[in-house]
C-alpha cells in the first residue's frame, strides 16, 4: 500500500510539474478598461498602489496621455539582491494610457519578468499582490512563453540573450561608477534623463531608470513605431542602467525591446525593422551618459 501511495505522489507530482512547464505566460497585465477621467486614474493608480504596499520610486510621462509608475517593495528587492543581476527585476511598472475615450490601467507580469530575468523566485505572490490593488481582466503582449523558454530567451537566432548586455564603461570603484550615471543623468547627457534608482541591499548594484529622447533611441519615437494594438504596452519603459560592482551595465536593446514585444514581426509595418535604428542609438544615448566620467578616468 505504501508503494502504491509513493507511486501516486511521485505521479503526481510528475504531472504538476508539466502543468506549470506548460503554463504560457505574457509581459503584461491589462487591469482595468474603462471611462473616466484620466488624472483621477493616476490619482486612484497611485493610492491604490501606496496602500498595497508598494514604494513609488518614480513616476514617468514619455508622450501624452501616458503615465508610467515604477515601483518596489520589500520582496522585490529581495529576491533581486538574491539573483544575478537581478536589479533588473527589483521593480515593476504600471501605466495609465488614455485610448481614445477610456482609460487603460496596465502592470507588467511579475512572473513573465523574474523568468525572462532568471531570478530566484517567481514573483507569485508579487503578482496577486498587483490583481488584489489593481484588477486583472487579462494577461497580453504575447501568444504566451512558458517560464523554462523565457529563462533562455531570445527574439530569433543571433539575437542577444540576457547575459549579453551592453557593456558601458568599467569606473575606478562602485562609488564612482554610481557618481558618473548619476552626474551623466541629470546633465541630460545623450537625451537621458533619470526616471528612479533603486539600491539592491546586500550587494554592490544599483538599478536606474532612464528616459530617453534623443531621435531614434525617443521613447515616443519607438512606441509610436511598435505600440501599435489597441492596448498599449507602455509598461515596455523606461530603460535601465545597472550599476554591478565597477561595472555600468544595460540590457541589449534587441532582448529588451523583444522581451516587451516577443511575437512583434520582424519586417513590414509596426515591426522590428521600422525601428531598425533604434538598438545601436539606444546603446549610444546609454553609453554617452558615462562617457564624460569615462574619458576623464583614463586621462588620469
Known amino acids: 500500500m505504501k508503494k502504491i501511495l509513493s507511486l501516486l505522489f511521485l505521479l ?62 520589500d520582496a522585490l528587492k529581495k529576491n533581486a539582491a538574491a539573483s544575478k543581476h537581478g536589479g533588473y527585476g527589483s521593480m515593476q511598472r504600471v501605466a495609465v494610457s488614455k485610448v481614445n475615450n477610456e482609460i487603460q490601467v496596465v502592470y507588467t507580469n511579475p512572473v513573465y519578468m523574474a523568468n525572462v530575468y532568471r531570478m530566484k523566485g517567481d514573483l507569485s505572490a508579487v503578482k496577486q ?46 562609488e564612482a561608477a554610481i557618481a558618473a550615471v548619476e552626474k551623466g543623468l541629470k546633465a541630460g547627457w545623450g537625451g537621458t534623463s533619470k526616471v528612479y534608482r533603486i539600491d539592491i541591499p546586500g550587494k554592490q548594484e544599483v538599478i536606474f531608470g532612464v528616459g530617453l529622447t534623443r531621435e531614434c533611441s525617443g521613447d515616443e519615437f519607438i512606441m509610436n513605431k511598435i505600440d501599435f494594438a489597441e492596448t498599449k504596452s507602455a509598461t515596455h519603459l523606461p530603460y535601465e542602467l545597472m550599476v554591478s560592482g565597477k561595472e555600468v551595465l544595460a540590457l541589449h536593446a534587441k532582448f529588451r525591446i523583444a ?24 546603446e549610444d544615448a546609454l553609453k554617452a551618459v558615462v562617457e564624460g566620467e569615462k574619458k576623464k578616468q583614463e586621462e588620469e
Do not use: W
Open 259 to 282: 522581451q516587451s514585444f516577443p511575437d512583434l514581426s520582424m519586417m513590414g509595418n509596426n515591426s522590428f525593422f521600422s525601428i531598425m535604428c533604434a538598438p545601436g542609438e539606444i
Open 129 to 174: 499582490q498587483l490583481e488584489t490593488a489593481l484588477g486583472k481582466v487579462r494577461d497580453f503582449g504575447a501568444k504566451g512563453i512558458s517560464a523554462e523558454d523565457l529563462r533562455e530567451y531570445h527574439y530569433k537566432m543571433f539575437m542577444p540573450y540576457f547575459d549579453e548586455p551592453y557593456e558601458l564603461a568599467t569606473m575606478a570603484s562602485h
Open 12 to 73: 503526481m507530482m510528475i504531472v504538476a510539474q508539466q502543468l506549470v512547464a506548460e503554463v504560457k505566460l505574457m509581459p503584461h497585465v491589462l487591469a482595468s478598461q474603462q471611462a473616466g477621467q484620466y488624472k483621477s486614474v493616476i490619482s486612484d493608480t497611485r493610492t491604490a498602489l501606496k496602500k498595497a504596499g508598494f514604494e513609488v520610486v518614480g513616476e514617468y510621462m514619455p508622450y501624452k496621455d501616458t503615465t508610467i509608475f515604477v515601483i518596489t517593495n
